[in-house]
């Protein structure tokens, strides 16, 4: 059922590796931030899903002019897909430095500038791990391909919210050290809320929300900031790959 044989090939093996690590990043991002915005921040399902659809708007404008510059001249796919790439991971340290109190048009941009690299990523890297192969493998090639990329998705998916609660978690742990008396800080904002009527366990309970927030948040953008990383190891593996790829289904010697 599977041709374990096209791992043999350098160039297939390179750009299926980075195809699904690179969608196991990218769809990170997409899985993560979502429900970052409506547990934490308080976003609907109809303004997460606008906060996120931004990234898509430039993708969809790219994507014929990307495939236009591969049919008509030589490019390097391998310098594409690096700056794919780095834009994505660019895009990854962005979302990594907001906080919670950052406010929609903020987070539109970075997903915005997302959408740039997407088709510099997977229109070229389908040339890459299709280059060298005879016409018959093709099909098998597109097919196994097609299934590590869902399965870097599927991954993804269980990984990273796994990942996010997890740190989650062990920010709240860090957070919850200071709130003792020794801490000014924690010491001054319950006394500020004994003030308002908020006193004892009703400050506390308000308190614990506020640390929940941030720990969450602080939990998102490492998941974020992991993203980038992702990207930037990606781009030696990319080098390895070898000249020439030509198009998908036209192998050397045919």
């Not at 409506?38 to 996120?52: D, I, M, R, V």
């Not at 781009?235 to 030509?246: K, Q, S, T």
Request: aromatic share 12%; with cysteine; glycine share 8%.
């Amino acid at each position: 059922m599977i041709d374990l044989g096209l791992f043999k090939q350098r160039n297939f093996t390179i750009g299926v590796s980075a195809m699904s690590l690179g969608m196991l990043a990218f769809f990170a991002i997409n899985v993560v931030s979502p429900l970052w915005l409506q547990t934490t921040l308080g976003y609907t399902a109809s303004w997460s899903g606008l906060t996120s659809a931004w990234v898509g708007v430039l993708a969809f404008v790219l994507s014929p002019i990307v495939g236009a510059m591969l049919g008509k001249a030589h490019f390097d796919l391998r310098a594409l897909i690096t700056f794919s790439f780095m834009v994505m991971a660019g895009c990854s340290w962005w979302l990594s430095r907001f906080d919670a109190s950052a406010p929609y048009a903020a987070m539109v941009w970075p997903r915005l500038v997302l959408g740039i690299g997407i088709p510099f990523f997977f229109i070229p890297l389908n040339q890459i791990y299709l280059s060298g192969l005879p016409a018959e493998q093709i099909a098998s090639a597109s097919g196994l391909a097609n299934f590590f990329r869902t399965l870097g998705s599927s991954v993804s998916t269980a990984a990273t919210v796994t990942l996010w609660q997890h740190r989650t978690d062990f920010h709240h742990a860090a957070l919850t050290e200071y709130v003792s008396p020794g801490a000014p800080a924690a010491t001054q904002y319950l006394q500020q809320l004994d003030q308002i009527g908020l006193s004892g366990q009703r400050g506390l309970r308000l308190a614990d929300q506020l640390i929940n927030r941030e720990a969450s948040t602080l939990a998102v953008n490492d998941v974020f900031w992991l993203c980038a990383v992702i990207f930037v190891l990606l781009i030696p593996l990319l080098w390895l790959a070898r000249p020439p790829f030509g198009s998908a289904g036209g192998a050397v010697g045919h």
